[in-house]
């Protein structure tokens, strides 16, 4: 199985900051790699696939790089309602992996 | 719009079954491939297990093979989780997603989940 390892586990930022998350695969993905926003109580959201590609419904502000075994999560300027975990998913090989999630809190 | 809506959940002890469902809607079912995801307390997502859009393809994890089984009914736009043997590291909110095609080997993300329903085994 591809294991995948995000870091930071959680981080404190104020409104405004630029925010990175990063994503390091177990093997290569080549691009085959996912973002999500999770907030408590509610349905993840896909913000990112394909490593760079934005979701339509996704804000503007994130953004996605990487390939191969390193990814990025870029929150440009952090909103109030960015607060919230963010998951990355290897979508290369079954089974689909997720990283253990980063929480993003007010500072 | 493309819509899923599980249910099913609630408690159950330790070692007995459960049936969750998924309702979709809004698009073409038997098109389309479907995940079960979940996320226990405290922790993060986990996928769990997946069904080709025919349902001849199914797929699990290795932490629920054998004791969960996923199948579909396209004709009712619907796929189920049987899970049995139920043990407390199961208790979870347990989601539902589509695929973006019929296999499950293929995904560009799950941009359409449910939910989700509750499932925590205790006695």
């Known amino acids: 199985d591809i294991q995948m390892t995000q870091s930071p586990s959680s981080l404190s930022a104020s409104v405004g900051d630029r925010v990175t998350i990063t994503c390091r695969a177990s093997?290569?993905?080549?691009?085959?790699l996912n973002w999500y926003q999770h907030k408590p109580g509610k349905a993840p959201k896909l913000l990112i696939y394909?490593?760079?590609s934005l979701h339509s419904g996704a804000p503007s502000g994130f953004s996605g790089s990487g390939s191969g075994t390193d990814f990025t999560l870029t929150i440009s300027s952090l909103q109030p309602e960015d607060f919230a975990s963010y998951y990355c998913?290897?979508?290369?090989?079954?089974?689909?992996?997720f990283g253990q999630g980063t929480r993003v809190e007010i500072k | 719009e493309v819509q899923v809506l599980e249910s099913g959940g609630g408690l159950v002890q330790p070692g007995g079954s459960l049936r969750l469902s998924c309702a979709a809607s809004?698009?073409?079912?038997?098109?389309?491939?479907m995940s079960w995801v979940r996320q226990a307390p405290g922790k993060g997502l986990e996928w769990v297990s997946g069904?080709?859009?025919?349902?001849?393809?199914?797929y699990y994890a290795d932490s629920v093979k054998g004791r969960f089984t996923i199948s579909r009914d396209n004709s009712k736009s619907t796929v189920y989780l049987q899970m049995n043997s139920l043990r407390a590291e199961d208790t979870a909110v347990y989601y539902c997603?589509?695929?973006?095609?019929?296999?499950?080997?293929?995904?560009?993300?799950?941009?359409?989940w449910g939910q989700g329903t509750t499932v925590t085994v205790s006695s």
């Open positions: 809004g698009f073409t079912f038997s098109s389309y491939a």
């Open positions: 069904i080709s859009g025919s349902g001849s393809s199914t």
């Open positions: 998913q290897q979508s290369y090989s079954i089974p689909y992996t």
């Open positions: 093997q290569s993905i080549s691009t085959y």
């Open positions: 394909g490593a760079s």
């Open positions: 997603a589509p695929h973006s095609s019929g296999w499950v080997g293929y995904s560009s993300g799950w941009d359409v």
